[in-house]
């Protein structure tokens, strides 16, 4: 019982970081590698809003979603915008992004100096237990927000105007610009709101962990194997990748010990791959390469 | 408008360029001089070696591969392993560095086939993490501390001092020029233009009678096998290995090196290479925020330059070109006064 609950728990946090570098691959044809330190730079934001404004739960969750939202926009102004459609594109915004994350985590370590700080706990309704397992409040709290605001996210996709936008272009460019979708605004949003869920993913991992520099390179690594494992730009395949690679991270830890999943992970990486070479979404076999 | 220093077709194109770098590989380590510097020029040396491989797959056939650390540290371990518990000579570890790599290229070429792009990039991303999580958890291979001991080309009373460095140092070197004799050969000869082809466009590089498959394992059995040999000099040079030889940073860096120089070109990769290398080690006093300077410069580099910093004057050309082609057209820009003062008058 443990293993399901530790899985749904890591499945719902790596959903939130997954899914934005999913949609922004799969709309804008950018890899974003400075996604790990807008979940760095939405921790901190929730930390200094918990320091200094108010340590309210709604409060601090909603810190840590702006200055992520906030952080997105600013790696679409200063990467995507002026190198898309450009030559060599492709390569040059995986390059400048990366670029930003090497910055931003260094600016971090000058301002924020490399100890720790730790968030206040925002869920307060004590632990209850499901079978043998116990579940913790920040547990139980991280999943419930998880859902809500992915559900939130995936409503906006299919009803909105925007949303309808960044589904025409996860499928067809081209297409996309024919009837009318602004590529550029279109990807302010996508952006904004990938970086508004790695925040809250942020302020959701800090109620286990802390928020430090460096907090953000275990979730890039751990979105991007689940955000290409799920088929980019596949939101239901990006939530079933979720779920296996934590299945996966939990089963090894609980029987062969956490120094092992790596390599477990790589394994399920390699089989997937090889069965599904376009991840289990499997949605851009023709439109992306 | 000449393009080079020297008049075109007296020399070979580059030649400048290449001779100046190898006067300076020769000689800078003789002239500063200090264990500290020798020693780190060996590692650049060991930097290019990688990139230059590094590029034959990702610039050359257009394979979106980071396996380079992964075929490089587990060569490494192969030697390193024989050479610390079976008491294996250099010139075998040297050997058994070519072998493995080779062997390795084989195995990670195989899946290349069969995923494209980002996916592959993804794939051989986990190779890394993977040797390091399985070096570290194996006691065999000396656990998280690593491996030493291994045999080396320095002579046993040399180890420890300038000398013995200095030998390291052109070892080390020596390789650079094997690589680039290699880059040459693959890049420049059929098998390069075979690659390049099926680069852009795969189905015409088919419809032309192109062994796709067969080149792209070529490609990757030659590079890898060079990666491996590095791998066992790298051994030979610090006479061990240990996990951290896979590290996440490191790929980061070699492949920041490659983009900023520029992909696709030898030149390129020196330049890139030596700038970030410079930048990355301690020589600029300005502590901690010269990886920010780091950051900066790589962030410029890709805002402003199309290929990197060895595209530059091909870019400067382009524009010029440009340039004076709107001012033909329409006598604006480069003779603006004479062109608007009679009309005026």
């Known amino acids: ?289 | 408008m000449p393009k080079g220093i020297f008049p075109e077709g007296i020399l070979p194109k580059g030649f400048g360029f290449w001779s100046l770098a190898f006067l300076v590989a020769l000689f800078m380590p003789l002239v500063v001089g200090g264990i500290g510097f020798i020693s780190d020029s060996a590692l650049l040396m060991v930097y290019l070696g990688i990139n230059l491989m590094w590029i034959l797959v990702l610039g050359t056939a257009g394979i979106y591969s980071f396996a380079t650390l992964a075929i490089v540290g587990a060569s490494g371990y192969a030697a390193a392993y024989l050479s610390v518990r079976h008491g294996l000579s250099w010139p075998l570890m040297l050997v058994i560095g070519l072998l493995v790599g080779a062997g390795l290229g084989v195995l990670i070429a195989v899946p290349a086939i069969r995923l494209r792009g980002i996916y592959f990039a993804l794939f051989t991303f986990g190779l890394a993490e993977l040797f390091r999580s399985y070096t570290t958890v194996t006691d065999a291979l000396g656990g998280a501390p690593g491996l030493y001991g291994a045999g080396t080309f320095v002579p046993a009373d040399k180890i420890g001092t300038e000398t013995g460095a200095l030998i390291g140092y052109y070892g080390a070197a020596l390789l650079v020029v094997a690589s680039l004799v290699v880059y040459r050969l693959v890049d420049g000869g059929r098998l390069g233009l075979l690659l390049r082809t099926a680069r852009e466009s795969e189905p015409f590089a088919k419809a032309l009678g192109v062994d796709v498959v067969r080149a792209r394992l070529t490609v990757f059995v030659v590079s890898s096998g060079m990666l491996g040999l590095i791998g066992a000099l790298q051994v030979c040079l610090y006479r061990g290995i240990s996990p951290s030889a896979f590290r996440f940073d490191t790929l980061l860096l070699l492949f920041a090196m490659i983009v900023v120089g520029g992909l696709a070109s030898a030149r390129g990769v020196v330049i890139g290479t030596v700038v970030l290398f410079f930048i990355s080690q301690h020589y600029l006093d300005a502590g901690p925020m010269r990886f920010v300077a780091a950051a900066v410069i790589m962030l410029a580099v890709t805002l402003l330059t199309t290929h990197g910093l060895a595209g530059v004057p091909a870019q400067i050309r382009a524009w010029r070109d440009r340039r004076a082609a709107s001012s033909a057209t329409s006598l604006s820009l480069d003779q603006p006064l004479h062109g608007l003062a009679k009309e005026r008058s």
């Open chain 1, 1 to 289: 019982m443990t293993i399901v609950v530790t899985t749904i728990v890591l499945a719902s946090i790596y959903s939130l970081v997954a899914i934005g570098i999913s949609l922004t691959w799969a709309g804008l044809g950018f890899l974003n590698l400075a996604h790990g330190v807008i979940f760095a730079v939405a921790g901190y934001g929730a930390w200094l809003t918990a320091e200094h404004l108010s340590e309210g739960p709604v409060a601090v969750i909603l810190a840590g979603m702006l200055v992520g939202a906030l952080a997105g926009v600013f790696v679409c102004v200063v990467v995507f915008l002026p190198l898309d459609g450009r030559p060599n594109a492709e390569i040059r915004t995986l390059m400048g992004t990366l670029a930003l994350s090497f910055l931003g985590v260094n600016l971090l370590q000058e301002i924020f100096g490399p100890q720790p700080k730790a968030l206040p706990s925002i869920f307060e309704w004590g632990n209850f237990e499901i079978g043998n397992a116990v579940v913790t409040a920040d547990r139980s709290g991280a999943v419930v927000t998880a859902v809500a605001v992915l559900s939130l996210v995936v409503f906006a996709l299919l009803r909105s105007r925007v949303g309808l936008g960044v589904r025409v272009l996860t499928q067809d460019p081209e297409g996309a610009a024919l009837v009318g979708v602004n590529r550029r605004t279109t990807a302010l949003a996508i952006l904004a709101v990938s970086g508004a869920l790695a925040g809250l993913a942020s302020v959701l991992l800090a109620q286990v962990f802390y928020v430090s520099p460096e907090a953000g390179y275990t979730p890039l690594v751990k979105g991007l194997i689940v955000a290409m494992l799920g088929g980019l730009g596949s939101v239901p395949g990006t939530i079933a990748a979720a779920v296996l690679v934590a299945a996966c991270e939990a089963l090894t830890s609980t029987y062969l010990g956490g120094q092992y999943v790596l390599i477990t992970l790589f394994v399920l990486i390699a089989v997937v791959l090889l069965i599904r070479p376009r991840g289990l979404g499997g949605l851009l076999e023709t439109a992306r390469a």
